[in-house]
């Protein structure tokens, strides 16, 4: 007796139809549910910072040479300059100055835009991630489906057969 296979080709199917759509519909609100709680817990940067960071950026070369200065070529340079950021970095704590100094360093290619840029970007990839994902579950659905339906063909046929044997053994029994 030959065993049913499993069905390899595509079948237009009203549940594979509404799995996918349910997948896709899952995977855009739990990557835009991600990237607001992202956008709640580190806000964009302040009008005041994102300046500061563009002057770092315009002025790269200037400010690296003035942080790695030793204190009192800072003062003299600050004074020289009269530019506020110089003025307040040499009043600044050790902690303020190093703090300042890791964004100098990771100002240089800075855009005003960037925070913007880095989310949509984020929704991208996590959706991409997300839908990826659902597509091999509702994969593995389809599959599993498709192979219980071929389970069960091969469980009815050998129960037509086993209940044909009955009836064979009914109609002419042995002595």
């Known amino acids: 007796m030959e065993e049913e296979k499993p069905i390899l080709q595509e079948i237009e199917d009203k549940k594979e139809k509404w799995i996918s759509r349910i997948s896709l519909w899952v995977s855009v609100l739990l990557t835009t549910a991600i ?3 992202y956008y ?4 964009p940067e302040s009008p005041e910072v994102v300046r500061m960071r563009v002057f770092f ?3 790269n070369r200037e400010v690296m040479k003035f942080i ?13 300059n009269k530019h506020p950021f110089y003025l307040s970095y040499i009043r600044q704590s050790t902690v303020e100055q190093e703090k300042i100094r890791s964004l100098v360093h990771i100002s240089t290619d800075f855009t005003p835009n960037q925070y913007w840029f880095n989310l949509g970007f984020m929704w991208v990839i996590v959706f991409t991630t997300f839908w990826f994902l659902g597509l091999i579950t509702e994969a593995c659905i389809v599959l599993m489906r498709r ?12 129960k037509e057969r086993e209940q044909r044997l009955a009836s064979d053994e009914k109609e002419f029994p042995e002595d």
């Open 35 to 37: 990237v607001i709680w």
């Open 40 to 43: 709640q817990s580190n806000p």
């Open 57 to 59: 950026k315009e002025k």
């Open 68 to 80: 790695s200065m030793d204190r009192n070529e800072q003062i003299a340079f600050a004074f020289k």
């Open 147 to 158: 192979e219980s339906e071929a389970r069960i063909k091969n469980y009815q046929k050998e």
